[in-house]
């Protein structure tokens, strides 16, 4: 294939932008749906954040062993039982409320499950890419993904309040579960590629034998330790996972206490909205980015505007002004997480690439999302909330000083 060839006219990978669409604007109704559900159904503020925590602890639980389940099965079919059992997960719930058997428990586990076997998927994803667009195209793939991912989010988000008022929240699980099987149907459809495999190289070698299953986690884990640049690019990635669940965590205390925005005032909606519409924004800098800086020189630049445009948010005075700054972080936020999964996806060999990628998501939104949460809610508790918010700064320029000082380290050894 032709680096001149768009994106949209290579055949697997629209098909495979096709299935992220379709799936994630049914999660991302599901997103505003189940919480409300768990509430209606338990009126326990604690289940509705265990359903909450059941979206990131599967990263925690299965990180590794994902990994390594992709990297040794066909990945393409991976990803089409994962769609299947999904579709299958979500539509339980509709149907144990209509036969009047719903329950708390239940809807815990359908988190976790649904959770769970978004992370299998995710795990087959970090090949397939690869291997339908190649390497060198990568920046653009990833940015095109994340970007339609965040639109879809937006607009699923717009659609769960009327969706909920006419099927009810369980119905609208319906159409997340209908989402997960059109995705299965859509990754079916996807023709495998040709970049990154012995065939592209014009080999026909069988492949090595695999080792057990534990020896298999291990290579991933020492690959990602053995790399001195994805080893900081991923302390990186996790410090600013560390930010984001800072700022979302904390944006309805910011937005209440600290820009006088209450209740169920419609503006909270736009500073999320300003958030979003950044990562947008930031998915169609990242490939121009891309084309002149190399990935590690780019971080030398975006992490310390990032950790400035934190800080405007937080000294801002007026809710128009850090709406602005939101979006401009948000820019910059997304262009570190995509530069960074772009970047390990091009130095992980692959049959290496699940293990390494999901050892990399379960430090950055197994652990870094809720920690942040956490540690910016027990600010707010004790200092205030700018003080919570100033977490996420702090950690963005604790990611700065990370990478200026490995480069400052390599100008000196020159």
């Not at 991302?28 to 059941?54: D, E, G, I, N």
């Not at 062993?65 to 992709?70: E, L, P, R, T, W």
Request: charged share 15%; net charge positive.
């Amino acid at each position: 294939m032709k680096k001149s060839v768009p994106l949209r006219r290579v055949p697997g990978f629209r098909h495979f932008w096709m299935s992220r669409a379709a799936s994630g604007l049914g999660s991302a109704v599901t997103a505003v749906a189940l919480p409300v559900l768990t509430f209606q159904q338990t009126h326990s503020p604690l289940r509705v954040s265990l359903v909450a925590a059941c979206g990131t602890l599967p990263y925690v639980v299965f990180g590794l062993i994902a990994g390594a389940v992709a990297d040794r099965t066909d990945r393409r079919r991976l990803m089409i039982v994962s769609d299947w059992l999904n579709a299958a997960c979500l539509a339980s719930v509709p149907l144990a409320s209509a036969l009047g058997m719903l329950t708390g428990g239940h809807l815990l586990v359908v988190a976790f499950a649904s959770a769970g076997l978004g992370l299998f998927f995710d795990a087959g994803v970090y090949g397939v890419v690869p291997d339908l667009v190649g390497k060198e195209r990568l920046a653009a793939a990833n940015s095109s993904l994340q970007g339609t991912e965040t639109v879809v989010r937006i607009a699923g988000n717009a659609l769960a309040g009327g969706l909920i008022l006419v099927l009810r929240p369980a119905g609208t699980l319906a159409l997340d579960a209908l989402s997960f099987a059109v995705s299965a149907l859509l990754v079916r459809a996807v023709s495998r590629g040709t970049h990154g495999t012995a065939a592209a190289h014009g080999t026909t070698a069988p492949p090595p034998p695999r080792p057990a299953f534990t020896e298999s986690v291990r290579e991933g884990l020492r690959f990602l330790r053995r790399h001195p640049t994805l080893r900081v690019m991923t302390v990186v990635g996790t410090l600013q996972s560390f930010s984001g669940g800072a700022i979302v965590g904390q944006l309805v205390v910011f937005a209440d206490r600290g820009l006088g925005i209450h209740g169920s005032d419609g503006r909270i909606g736009l500073l999320y909205m300003a958030w979003s519409a950044g990562g947008i924004g930031g998915s169609l800098l990242l490939p121009r980015l891309r084309r002149r800086f190399a990935a590690f020189p780019l971080l030398l630049g975006v992490l310390p505007a990032g950790a400035l445009l934190g800080l405007a948010v937080v000294r801002a005075p007026d809710w128009r002004l850090a709406a602005l700054a939101l979006a401009a972080w948000g820019s910059a936020y997304l262009v570190v997480l995509v530069n960074t999964m772009t970047y390990s996806q091009e130095v992980t060999p692959d049959a290496l690439q699940g293990r390494v990628n999901t050892t990399r998501r379960m430090l950055s939104s197994g652990l870094g999302v809720p920690l942040g949460a956490l540690v910016a809610s027990a600010l707010t508790v004790r200092f205030g909330v700018r003080a919570g918010m100033s977490g996420a700064v702090v950690a963005v320029a604790l990611a700065a000083a990370v990478v200026w000082s490995v480069q400052l380290r390599r100008w000196v050894r020159k």
